[in-house]
């Protein structure tokens, strides 16, 4: 028989652990809804943050293109901002709404504020995220290294950065790249990011004849990986003893120091030797102006007038030297100078280390912005001839004003004045024409892989293009 006061005790207990599991379980039920609650209101809390980042900064870009943007040339340029700025203000809060709906709530607004610029069908004026401000400043993106064009519907490398992961690959310009990853491209552009297996088709010419020759098929693995893209200009020999300068970029910090210094004594024994010279500009997007004027003084030697930079009002030429940007590579003297006297007169300086020479300049539709003013600049200055394709056709003066309310590298880029070169000539929508066109062709490219360089070699040491180039006077 059981003892009546134990079993009166394990009742009792039996009560208590009943008592303390729901005690525990209505505590546990407490924390989880104060976490859910915490979590709600965090998350409502952080959408109402989010939201008044990108209403802050939608405000920002109405507010820029009314104050800052470059003065409208006549009437009808005039409507169109009024118009964008009363339509910008009006649809914020219906923007906002879409944009937060979003899976990436900042892209979305830099896509469709972009999409809202386009309007006034000028170059320069974007919202530039961070990976591309990066990009464009530093050099340094998550690349291949690869560059590829769209020829005779057939995407074609047409350089292979070094030390980079498609040279690493045994890529090399005339590749035909089929497939990424089993899947066709659709652009060329995106060569320089895609990662995964490449299958390219490879023609191998013996002696750089059109006939006799022989495909390969090769699969390729290749991971894209941060890459710092080469910015600053460089100068050697071509096989056959061609002096070649190549000019990536005119961002001001390569344009000082020992390593610009060390170009313009090269450049100064090059032309004491009457060297022909070629001076490649193809995919330079730009940079700063006083960048390219250093460049255009080391090809010219003395100085004169290039271009002017304005808000509307062009000075005399004989005035020209009142309103000169001084040789100092710093953005914001450029700033300030252009809102004191709404003009700047772009002179190239007197240079004593410098080439003067027979010049060659290679440009294409990537050759846009300083580096298509370089390219006019080089177009009328003697012994020069321009090769290649009509330039992009993008010259503004573009400031960058930071969208901080949305995060650490968003940017309006907004054009803020015009450019007119000393002859009259207006470059923006137009670009620069070449003296000689240099037209792309899937045999040419496969066969020599850059066939501009080559036909440009050619007609340095013999003043005349290879038979078969395909070129237009």
């Given at each position: 028989?059981?003892n009546?006061t134990?079993?009166?005790?394990?009742?009792?207990r039996?009560g208590?652990?009943?008592?303390?599991?729901q005690v525990v379980g209505?505590g546990l039920?407490k924390?989880l809804?104060c976490?859910?609650?915490?979590?709600?209101?965090?998350?409502?809390?952080?959408?109402w943050?989010e939201?008044?980042?990108?209403e802050?900064a939608w405000?920002?870009?109405c507010?820029?293109?009314?104050a800052?943007m470059?003065?409208?040339a006549?009437e009808h340029?005039?409507?169109?901002q009024?118009?964008f700025?009363?339509?910008?203000?009006?649809?914020?809060?219906?923007e906002?709404?879409l944009?937060?709906?979003?899976?990436?709530?900042?892209r979305?607004f830099?896509?469709?504020?972009t999409?809202?610029l386009?309007?006034?069908?000028?170059?320069?004026?974007y919202?530039?995220?961070?990976?591309e401000?990066?990009?464009?400043?530093?050099?340094e993106?998550?690349d291949?290294?690869a560059?590829a064009?769209?020829?005779d519907?057939?995407v074609v490398?047409?350089?292979?950065?070094d030390d980079?992961?498609?040279?690493e690959a045994?890529?090399?310009a005339?590749d035909?790249?089929?497939?990424v990853g089993?899947q066709?491209l659709?652009?060329p552009?995106e060569?320089?990011?895609l990662?995964g297996?490449?299958?390219?088709?490879?023609?191998?010419r013996?002696?750089?004849e059109?006939d006799?020759?022989?495909e390969s098929?090769?699969?390729?693995?290749i991971?894209?990986?941060?890459?710092?893209?080469?910015?600053a200009p460089?100068?050697?020999r071509?096989?056959s003893g061609?002096a070649?300068?190549?000019?990536?970029?005119?961002?001001?910090?390569?344009?000082e120091?020992?390593?610009?210094q060390?170009?313009?004594v090269?450049?100064?024994?090059l032309s004491?030797?009457r060297?022909?010279?070629?001076?490649d500009?193809?995919r330079?997007?730009?940079?700063?102006?006083?960048a390219a004027l250093?460049?255009?003084?080391?090809?010219?030697?003395?100085p004169?007038?290039?271009?002017w930079?304005?808000?509307?009002?062009?000075?005399?030429i004989?005035?020209?030297?009142?309103?000169?940007?001084?040789?100092d590579?710093s953005?914001?003297?450029q700033?300030e100078?252009?809102?004191?006297?709404?003009?700047?007169?772009?002179?190239?300086h007197?240079?004593?280390?410098?080439?003067?020479?027979?010049v060659?300049v290679?440009?294409?539709?990537?050759?846009a912005?300083?580096a298509e003013?370089?390219?006019q600049?080089m177009k009328?200055?003697?012994e020069?001839?321009?090769l290649?394709?009509?330039?992009?056709?993008?010259v503004v003066?573009?400031?960058w004003f930071?969208?901080?309310s949305?995060?650490?590298?968003?940017?309006?880029?907004?054009p803020?004045?015009?450019y007119?070169?000393a002859?009259?000539?207006?470059?923006e929508?137009?670009?620069?024409r070449?003296?000689?066109e240099?037209?792309?062709?899937?045999?040419?490219t496969?066969?020599?892989?850059?066939?501009?360089?080559y036909?440009?070699?050619?007609y340095a040491?013999?003043?005349r293009?290879p038979?078969?180039?395909?070129v237009?006077?």
């Amino acid at each position: 028989m059981s003892n009546p006061t134990t079993s009166s005790e394990a009742v009792d207990r039996l009560g208590d652990q009943r008592s303390a599991v729901q005690v525990v379980g209505f505590g546990l039920f407490k924390v989880l809804l104060c976490s859910l609650v915490f979590a709600i209101c965090g998350r409502g809390a952080f959408i109402w943050v989010e939201a008044r980042g990108l209403e802050q900064a939608w405000w920002r870009v109405c507010d820029l293109v009314e104050a800052e943007m470059l003065p409208p040339a006549d009437e009808h340029e005039r409507r169109r901002q009024n118009d964008f700025i009363e339509n910008c203000r009006r649809d914020s809060t219906a923007e906002i709404s879409l944009i937060l709906k979003a899976r990436e709530p900042k892209r979305e607004f830099a896509r469709r504020m972009t999409d809202r610029l386009s309007i006034f069908r000028i170059s320069h004026l974007y919202i530039s995220a961070p990976q591309e401000t990066w990009a464009i400043w530093q050099g340094e993106s998550v690349d291949t290294g690869a560059r590829a064009k769209l020829i005779d519907g057939e995407v074609v490398l047409v350089e292979v950065l070094d030390d980079s992961p498609a040279q690493e690959a045994g890529l090399r310009a005339g590749d035909l790249v089929l497939s990424v990853g089993s899947q066709p491209l659709s652009e060329p552009q995106e060569v320089q990011s895609l990662s995964g297996v490449w299958e390219i088709l490879r023609t191998h010419r013996e002696k750089r004849e059109k006939d006799n020759s022989r495909e390969s098929r090769l699969s390729v693995p290749i991971q894209a990986r941060p890459l710092q893209v080469p910015l600053a200009p460089s100068l050697w020999r071509l096989q056959s003893g061609t002096a070649y300068m190549r000019i990536p970029s005119f961002l001001p910090q390569v344009f000082e120091g020992e390593g610009w210094q060390e170009m313009l004594v090269a450049l100064g024994e090059l032309s004491r030797r009457r060297s022909p010279l070629i001076v490649d500009v193809r995919r330079n997007a730009g940079g700063s102006f006083p960048a390219a004027l250093r460049a255009i003084s080391a090809l010219r030697c003395r100085p004169g007038l290039v271009g002017w930079v304005h808000r509307g009002f062009i000075p005399s030429i004989e005035e020209a030297s009142q309103y000169a940007l001084p040789d100092d590579l710093s953005a914001q003297i450029q700033l300030e100078r252009l809102t004191r006297d709404g003009a700047l007169s772009l002179m190239s300086h007197s240079q004593q280390l410098c080439y003067s020479g027979p010049v060659l300049v290679l440009v294409d539709e990537e050759t846009a912005s300083v580096a298509e003013i370089f390219a006019q600049a080089m177009k009328e200055r003697p012994e020069t001839r321009v090769l290649g394709w009509p330039t992009a056709g993008q010259v503004v003066m573009a400031r960058w004003f930071e969208l901080d309310s949305i995060g650490p590298g968003y940017n309006l880029v907004l054009p803020v004045a015009r450019y007119d070169s000393a002859k009259g000539q207006t470059l923006e929508r137009r670009g620069v024409r070449p003296d000689v066109e240099l037209i792309r062709d899937l045999q040419s490219t496969q066969r020599l892989g850059d066939p501009w360089l080559y036909w440009a070699d050619e007609y340095a040491r013999s003043g005349r293009f290879p038979s078969g180039a395909s070129v237009s006077f």
